[in-house]
Structures are given as C-alpha cells and as structure tokens.
C-alpha cells in the first residue's frame, strides 16, 4: 500500500534552516503530483508547496524565497529546504500525493504521519 514517511523536521532558531524529507513507497511516485503541507498550533492546515511530475512548483506567498521543494524519482523521495525560518513556520509538516491534471497513474491522495518542526525566536 501506498506509504508516505517524512523525516528531518526538528526545532530550530529563527533564521535557521532544516531540510525535510518524504520517503515515498507503494506507488510509481513519479506519477503523482507532490506536495508539503503544515499545520500550525490552532490554524487550519495550508498547502506550502506543490511540485508536478513535469518538475513544475509551487510555493505559498509565505514561503516563497525562502524554502525549495524537490523530488527526485529514482529515490522515491520529496525533499523541502527550509531556509531563514521564522517562528510562524512553527507547525507539522506533511507529505501528501496529488493527482492532478493528467496523473492518471496516480492512486489518489495519501497522507503522511506528519513531522513537527519548531522555530525559536
């Protein structure tokens, strides 16, 4: 079955950085659509990133500049680069599947188990 892990988060100061990993199993992860979510104490979750099969991305005005989201194939493995974080980056971060467009090999949406990052300031 489809299995998504994320690894990497931890706590940090602010204007640190950590890179977050999402070891993918289950699927061809080639063929989905990619993407970080967060969700922060007492907020809804939001969508941080997205990257496409094609390599295409996507990043939350809140992010953008600061983090880089990359996945690589052979590995089955989604990446995101958190750079200069801020304590408002404080959250759970997970690694979703998406189909989108024309991901017609993609099995649909799962989830990871989430992994805590924690900004100090």
């Known amino acids: 079955q489809v299995q998504l892990v994320e690894s990497g988060g931890g706590s940090v100061q602010a204007g640190g950085s950590l890179k977050l990993s999402c070891a993918a199993s289950?699927?061809?992860?080639?063929?989905?659509?990619m993407v970080w979510y967060r969700q922060g104490p007492a907020k809804e979750r939001e969508l941080v990133s997205s990257?496409?099969?094609?390599?295409?991305?996507y990043y939350a005005d809140s992010v953008k500049g600061r983090f880089t989201i990359s996945r690589d194939n052979g590995k089955s493995t989604l990446s995101l680069q958190m750079n200069s974080l801020k304590t408002e980056d404080t959250a759970v971060y997970y690694c979703?599947?998406?189909?989108?467009?024309?991901?017609?090999?993609?099995?649909?949406?799962?989830w990871g188990q989430g992994t805590q990052v924690t900004v100090s300031s």
């Open positions: 289950g699927y061809i992860f080639g063929s989905c659509t």
């Open positions: 979703a599947t998406r189909r989108s467009g024309a991901d017609y090999l993609c099995p649909g949406t799962y």
């Open positions: 990257i496409s099969r094609s390599a295409t991305t």
